[in-house]
């Protein structure tokens, strides 16, 4: 539990920074629209370990012996482009409104596709995807409300660095399955 609770706050992380990012181009954020943008991130953060969860599973029999390296090579791999788009210097862009229906679905699907990766994780280790979708949809969507409201307050101070302690969380996860299994 604790370990799908570390893996829910690292997916909700990206949604975070998104979400401050758009509650910083708000004068005044509404609530309207913080739900707005917390189930959008929370539902898409939900459904997509299940997809992943899906593939996983069809295929586990064939993986088993390597499941673990599976696993882990997924997590540090996220968890290494969490933190390379945490230190990449992009340009300053135009304000975006990410509460507009088409910006808000690419954003939900974009943050989304690590969730992905995570159910593929999840059946591999042959954990629960109903409580786990729930507890990681719950998570972004929280996460995205107060990221949305708190934006527009420390939007520019806090930056990405959500980011990098979602990345250090995955790889830690990660490790930490692959140590299990070889010992």
């Not at 159910?119 to 949305?148: C, D, E, N, R, T």
């Not at 708190?150 to 995955?170: A, P, W």
């Not at 990660?174 to 299990?180: F, M």
Request: net charge positive; hydrophobic share 55%.
């Amino acid at each position: 539990m604790i370990n799908l609770i570390l893996i829910s706050i690292s997916l909700a992380m990206d949604c975070f920074a998104v979400s401050i990012a758009g509650g910083a181009t708000v004068k005044r954020p509404r609530i309207k629209n913080a739900l707005k943008v917390g189930i959008s991130f929370g539902f898409f953060q939900a459904v997509m370990p299940i997809a992943g969860w899906a593939i996983g599973y069809s295929f586990r029999n064939l993986i088993e012996n390597i499941d673990h390296w599976i696993a882990f090579s997924l997590l540090l791999a996220i968890g290494i482009k969490m933190l390379y788009e945490a230190f990449r210097k992009s340009p300053e862009k135009d304000k975006v409104d990410i509460t507009r229906i088409p910006t808000l679905l690419i954003l939900s699907v974009a943050t989304s596709i690590d969730a992905l990766v995570i159910g593929i994780s999840l059946s591999i280790l042959g954990i629960s995807i109903l409580v786990s979708v729930l507890i990681i949809g719950l998570f972004a969507f929280v996460f995205s409300v107060s990221g949305y409201y708190l934006g527009h307050k420390i939007g520019k101070i806090i930056g990405n660095k959500m980011e990098i302690v979602g990345g250090i969380i995955l790889l830690g996860i990660g490790t930490k399955i692959l140590i299990e299994h070889l010992l």
